[in-house]
């Protein structure tokens, strides 16, 4: 068994280190301008310095850990926006099929739209603001959460209805929280794991466009702008850790909040 | 004994795709407090749409079920419910199914916990109170099921096929296990069943119906002391009996 997390192990440094090697080679056979591209060895030495605030940064404004703050900001603004309708029009839609009729001629003309086409708009209607940055993230997250409560919450068994009833819960109200929610939870956080990760790629595009001086999508361009890859780079590997934690975190809340959920498949 | 439920002339049919189905043809006899009353007829006679309707979970088409004279119009927290596949909350602990109940009255959470914890025992599940139901067989299951309703103190306690779904052996040691408990909590139990032996082993009374349409063939008392020997000759004289009634 030991021998076997280590052997995992072993083949994730070995995977990691062929792309690094490769990209290194890349950069001094190929490129050898600092101003277009940088090399790993360069991009990690930024990231650290990036991370502690060297002044070297802190000077032009970089400093990660702030614009960590305000990204995830704009993030959690966003999202909690779209849990509370996603959730709420879900579980009434998935309740009522009139609901639903109605709701779904809506849903389905604007869910293609992608996110970034509500950049204008929402520039023009909030103005350069957290709360546009934070309406982009809520668009993006909030059908992945919709559809799939409603999913959760319409295909709930009748039996378990009836029980409930049987046992004397007949007010819809008790019924919806005593039965339903708690059996459409699994889909719930589905949709909540998808949306979120809409989410997060929703606030670089958001950041993009510069509704705030900070926040990770908004340096990005800025690094651009200076000719600093290391820098452009140092910022994506942020994006891209933050969004892995999140998905864990939703994975782990998952797991402990729906413990009936184990094994239930291989029944 | 008093007559506490009074099923009276229940028609009802289903429209399939094809034409009109009737399933009850006017089914109409009372059952007693304290009784085991047995329903049983074949396989899709119409006995479990007898028991959904006194449950108040479907609607009859002419007829009514007089519950201490009141008409039943819906579900109620006078009537608990047992089903062939069990439906407990698979969210919940087996604890939790059985505090359902007591949560929708609103009974306070220490003397809803001890009530529980007694219905658990009667059932003999102590032990397995954290359990999930995907945990348990499906015997446990059906006692957590069983405990999830009694707790409920119903008037009448509903039961349709409940062991149907169990091995032979598991089927046979719940009968006597139900009748125990049935003697212990003195509840009105209608059961319905297909099995001949199962009706004739646990109830004071069975109503017999007919293929569908579904119409009440007889009421057989049995008169068999307790606990019942299912191969004495007065019993397999009955399980005869009410073999060629049906089979008409």
Known sequence: ?267 | MSELLQIRNIRKSFDTHEKRLLVLDGISFDVREGEFISILGPSGCGKSTLLRIIAGLEKQDEGEVLLRGKRIKGPGQDRAMVFQDYALFPWRTVLGNVLFGLEIRKIPKKEALEKAIRFIKLVGLEGFEKSYPHELSGGMRQRVALARALVCEPEILLMDEPLSALDAQTRNLMQVELVRIWNETKKTIIYVTHNIEEAVYMADRIAVLSRRPAKLLDLVEVNLERPRDRFSKEFIDLRARIFRLIQG
Not at chain 1, 100 to 129: H, Q, S
Not at chain 1, 176 to 192: C, D, E, H, Y
Request: glycine letters at 8%; proline letters at 5%.
């Open chain 1, 1 to 267: 068994m030991r021998f076997e997390i280590f052997k995992e192990f072993f083949i994730f440094f070995i995977s990691i280190g062929v792309f690094l090697a490769l990209w290194e080679a890349y950069y001094w056979i190929f490129i050898q301008n600092p101003f277009v591209l940088s090399p790993p060895s360069k991009v990690l030495v930024t990231f650290v310095q990036l991370i502690v605030g060297d002044p070297k940064f802190t000077e032009t404004g970089f400093s990660m850990p702030i614009d960590m703050i305000y990204s995830l900001y704009h993030y959690l603004y966003g999202f909690f926006f779209a849990i509370i309708v996603g959730f709420s029009l879900g579980l009434i839609a998935g309740w009522s099929k009139k609901v639903e009729k109605f709701l779904y001629p809506i849903i389905e003309l604007i869910r293609p739209i992608p996110p970034i086409a509500w950049i204008p708009i929402a520039i023009l209607l909030l103005k350069l603001t957290h709360t546009a940055a934070a309406f982009i993230i809520f668009i993006g997250a909030v059908f992945p959460i919709l559809l799939n409560t409603m999913y959760g919450v319409s295909s709930v068994e009748k039996k378990y209805v009836e029980a409930a009833m049987t046992l004397g819960a007949t007010k819809t109200t008790t019924l919806l929280r005593k039965v339903i929610i708690p059996a459409s939870m699994p889909a719930f956080f589905n949709g909540l794991r998808v949306g979120s990760g809409v989410a997060w790629m929703c606030v670089v595009a958001a950041e993009l466009f510069g509704v705030s001086q900070y926040g990770l999508g908004y340096k990005i361009q800025l690094a651009r702008l200076y000719h600093s890859p290391d820098v452009v780079i140092s910022y994506m590997l942020a994006i891209g850790i933050i969004g892995l934690i999140l998905d864990r975190l939703y994975r782990i809340a998952e797991s402990r909040l729906i413990r009936w959920r184990r094994g239930f498949v291989v029944e």
